[in-house]
């Protein structure tokens, strides 16, 4: 190859040279003692080397570069910036996407985790309110109020590191399910997937047939073992528990018996149902609590996401829109992020159109996106954002405004856990529908 002498990279001439960043990951050099090179991880990439001493870099933010030369670069730190601000939206709002405050199963505990917040899948509502919604329960179980439907699920929160153990709304949630799904089975506890569950073994011992009643499953008893685990208890009566439940060939089944013994059936109380043995999932859930009994923490902890969401909790900066989460509001002190499927020009006012701004989408090419961002965090009380969207591809206007309200309270730094701008211009410009959409 013999380029010309006005070759230059892609993407020159690139940045003046400046200090990499102080979030480091990890550190590294070869097992070998005669080995000179060490070097730094942080956001997914090689951050340093250092070589031929350890006290001065002479390599910063080695990465694969992947591009066509033209219309795109992918940068792995980049996008990794991306999915971990989207990882902090998540975990900022599950308490707000499902839990209730309007509980009425147990008496003084009206705020809790629930099984499901439904919405139109077609029409997805980003505020469903699972106060008001509800439920149709598959297999007979019938229109139930959300609010008062539960289920064990939450304690994965626990379990992969987004939620600490000792949470008092986990606590409270599980006081909640223990009321309403656990029975006491003579090998140990048992829980039940959710009330009102349709699927399994009918009152009478016959088969279920598209109805039944919801029994308890063995695999429950290891997800509470791991919880127990996480609390700082003892997982083994969890464990002893399984053991107990499987028949005399050591299999674990799906469902378990927990209503009165029915000889003529042959339903004995605590041991398998009709349903499936050996189940898989069963087993592999013992195994990794097993496991984890050995290791004094859960196997499946994501061990990144407990340290940034339970040990140090970081503070969420951003409220994520697309067409699919058409969000309403946002909360004052959140940078609006909008994500959409091809790259345009996002035209933008806080000012009712008095003024207007533009910002250009960013590709994130792992995922086939792209975002933008309007600096909107110091957007007071009450201020409502409006835009649109120029797509660059088919050099035309979206059609529609969409708004989004400023509105709520400045969410305050999470607390700490121990480890065990616009630019604003007097000139008053036109509503950038093109004169093919309406406001909204």
């Known amino acids: 190859m013999n380029p010309t002498e006005n070759s230059v990279a892609f993407g020159a001439p690139g940045i003046e040279p400046r200090w990499t960043s102080s979030a480091k ?28 001493t350890v006290d001065q870099p002479n390599t910063r933010d080695f990465q694969l570069l992947i591009s066509d030369g033209e219309t795109f ?23 707000e996407w499902t839990i209730t405050t309007a509980g009425e199963l147990v008496e003084g505990l009206r705020r809790h985790y629930i099984r499901i917040n439904p919405t139109d899948p077609g029409t997805p509502d980003p505020h469903a309110d699972p106060n ?25 929160l626990v379990r992969l590191g987004i939620r600490a153990a000792d949470d008092p709304l986990v606590r409270d949630s599980i006081a909640v399910i223990d009321h309403i799904l656990k029975v006491e089975l003579p090998q140990g506890p048992g829980w039940r997937r959710y009330n009102h569950d349709g699927y ?22 290891g997800e509470r073992g791991h919880y127990e685990l996480a609390a700082g208890h003892d997982p083994k009566p969890f464990i002893a528990a399984m053991e107990k439940f499987a ?60 340290q940034r969401y339970v040990v140090k909790p970081v503070v969420n900066r951003h409220e994520m829109w697309s067409h699919r989460h058409s969000i309403r509001r946002v909360p004052p002190g959140q940078i609006l992020r909008l994500i959409v499927e091809a790259e345009a020009t996002v035209v933008w006012s806080d000012t009712a159109w008095a ?27 009450g201020s409502v954002i409006e835009f649109t969207f120029f797509w660059k591809a088919g050099q035309r206007w979206e059609g529609r405004n969409y708004s989004v309200a400023v509105s709520g309270q400045v969410k305050k730094p999470p607390e700490t856990r121990k480890s065990h701008k616009s630019n604003p211009s007097a000139k008053r410009v036109q509503r950038p529908l093109d004169g093919r959409g309406s406001d909204e």
Not at 135 to 156: E, M, S, W, Y
Not at 249 to 270: N, S, Y
Request: aromatic residues 10%.
């Open 25 to 52: 990951e990890g550190l590294g050099t070869a097992y070998h003692t005669s080995c000179r090179v060490w070097f730094t991880l942080s956001h997914g990439i090689v951050n340093e080397i250092y070589y031929p």
């Open 73 to 95: 670069c992918h940068e792995e730190k980049r996008d990794l910036e991306h999915q971990i601000e989207y990882a902090d939206w998540l975990a900022a709002h599950v308490e």
């Open 132 to 156: 008001i919604s509800m439920l149709c329960i598959a297999n007979g179980g019938g229109l139930r109020p959300a609010k008062n439907v539960v289920g064990g699920d939450f304690l994965h």
């Open 200 to 221: 399994g073994q009918k009152k009478n011992g016959s088969a279920y047939d598209g109805t039944g009643v919801g029994r308890s499953w063995p695999i429950l008893t």
């Open 247 to 306: 028949n005399e060939g050591g299999m674990i089944t799906e469902q378990l018996w927990d209503a009165e013994d029915l000889p003529e059936k042959g339903m004995r109380r605590g041991l398998p149902t009709g349903a499936a043995m050996p189940l898989c999932w069963s087993h592999a859930e013992y195994v990794s609590l097993v496991r984890s009994a050995h290791d004094g923490v859960s196997f499946d902890r994501v061990e990144p996401a407990y």
């Open 355 to 381: 003024s207007s701004n533009k910002a250009d989408t960013t590709l994130i090419s792992a995922l086939g996106l792209w975002f933008a961002d309007l600096p909107t965090e110091n957007c007071p009380d």
